[in-house]
């Protein structure tokens, strides 16, 4: 059974840092690039990714709003990516999801729309509040 599980979400002052991962499970992950969408209190999801990573690791993209602040990265042979978040602020503040595409689609393309993830997972919730 394909799966994406997100960890790492909690309560962080800002200024401070979290560190996401998403675990998968039941299809090879070096096929498939991952995007992290994130989705605000009283928001739809947003459609353009926080951040997008290629299979192999050797093309991100990042939204403008958390250049950078956020790193991607994955360890394929875990199984894993992760979304490092530095200097948090109140608006980064929402349900973090990691989502899959198929090798084929670009980092770019990803992250432009949600409508081309392939599967999703069921989020994490970020708060950052003093």
């Known amino acids: 059974q394909l799966q994406l599980v997100e960890s790492g979400g909690g309560l962080v002052q800002p200024g401070g840092s979290l560190k996401l991962s998403c675990t998968t499970s039941?299809?090879?992950?070096?096929?498939?690039?991952i995007g992290w969408f994130r989705q605000a209190p009283g928001k739809e999801r947003e459609r353009e990714g926080v951040s997008c990573i290629s299979a192999s690791g050797g093309s991100s993209d990042y939204a403008d709003s958390v250049k950078g602040r956020f790193t991607i990265s994955r360890d394929n042979d875990k199984n894993t990516v992760y979304l490092q978040m530095n200097d948090l602020k109140p608006e980064d503040t929402a349900i973090y999801y990691c989502?899959?595409?198929?090798?084929?689609?670009?980092?770019?393309?990803?992250?432009?729309?949600?409508?081309?993830?392939?599967?999703w997972g069921k989020g994490t919730l970020v708060t950052v509040s003093s």
């Open positions: 039941g299809f090879t992950l070096n096929y498939y690039g």
């Open positions: 989502a899959a595409a198929h090798l084929r689609t670009t980092v770019q393309a990803m992250c432009a729309a949600n409508s081309r993830m392939d599967y």
